[in-house]
Nanobody, 121 residues
Framework: QVQLVESGGGSVQAGGSLTLSCARSGYAYCMGWFRQAPGKEREGVAFINTGSGSTYYADSVKGRFTISQDSAKNTLHLQMNSLKLEDTATYYC?????????????????WGQGTQVTVSS
């Protein structure tokens, strides 16, 4: 069983930065972040293979967001820079322990409770 606890959301002005963190218990092969804004579909943002460290980013965040892990602490981070109004959403940490792709299309079985990120002008 994998448990995920997010932290680090908040409010920031456009152009600012925030870092989200996700503390994990249990084994995960892939971890990542999804987000969902009101009235919009859930979007896969960034993902990492916990073993190889390979990463995947949505086009909308490439060059602005960085996913990383602290293996010793079983913690996932999402550094978000140059935030835009359209980045406003609830961000969810997710994980799976299947030996398959880490792309957002994978079956992410484990989810955190979500943390709100609000970007204002």
């Amino acid at each position: 069983q994998v448990q995920l606890v997010e932290s680090g959301g908040g409010s920031v002005q456009a152009g600012g930065s925030l870092t989200l963190s996700c503390a994990r218990s249990g084994y995960a092969y892939c971890m990542g972040w999804f987000r969902q804004a009101p009235g919009k579909e859930r979007e896969g943002v960034a993902f990492i293979n916990t073993g190889s460290g390979s990463t995947y980013y949505a086009d909308s965040v490439k060059g602005r967001f960085t996913i990383s892990q602290d293996s010793a602490k079983n913690t996932l981070h999402l550094q978000m820079n140059s935030l835009k109004l359209e980045d406003t959403a609830t961000y969810y940490c997710a994980a799976h322990n299947l030996w398959s792709t880490c792309a957002p299309q994978s079956e992410y079985k484990y989810w955190g409770q979500g943390t709100q990120v609000t970007v204002s002008s």
